[in-house]
């Protein structure tokens, strides 16, 4: 699986921004796509996760309510919309597959990986 992340920018707070991962090579039902990112001098982390077959997401708490996964099973899209942008949410965003029989939200069952996009949010 090879990934494309695309979308990322500057925004000012408030703001918003959608996030595009172009998947390609076979994609099965049970994995997982997930955007993850690395804030400056931080760890990555996760930040949201699909189902490719079911499409049961996840998110992390920080931003529930302002971050919506998506995906489009067709074209190969897993999408990130961003609202209420913060400058807390500024970094590198990347997707990621997970193949594993499971939904976790830990970057260790994540084999694949896009080259990330930026994103930087000023206030």
């Not at 979308?7 to 000012?12: A, K, L």
């Not at 049970?30 to 982390?45: L, N, Q, S, V």
Request: proline letters at 2%; a positive charge.
């Amino acid at each position: 699986v090879q990934l494309q992340a695309s979308g990322g920018g500057m925004v000012q707070t408030g703001g918003s921004l959608k996030l595009s991962c172009a998947a390609s090579g076979r994609i099965f039902s049970h994995y997982t796509m997930a955007w993850f990112r690395r804030a400056p001098g931080k760890e990555r982390e996760f930040v949201a996760s699909i189902t490719w077959g079911g499409g049961r997401t996840s998110s992390a708490d920080s931003v529930k309510g302002r971050f919506t996964v998506s995906r489009d099973n067709a074209k190969k899209m897993v999408y990130l919309q961003m609202i209420n942008l913060r400058p807390e949410d500024t970094a590198v965003y990347y997707c990621a597959t997970s193949t594993a029989r499971l939904e976790s939200t830990a970057q260790k069952y994540y084999y694949y990986w896009g080259q990330g996009t930026q994103v930087t949010v000023s206030s």
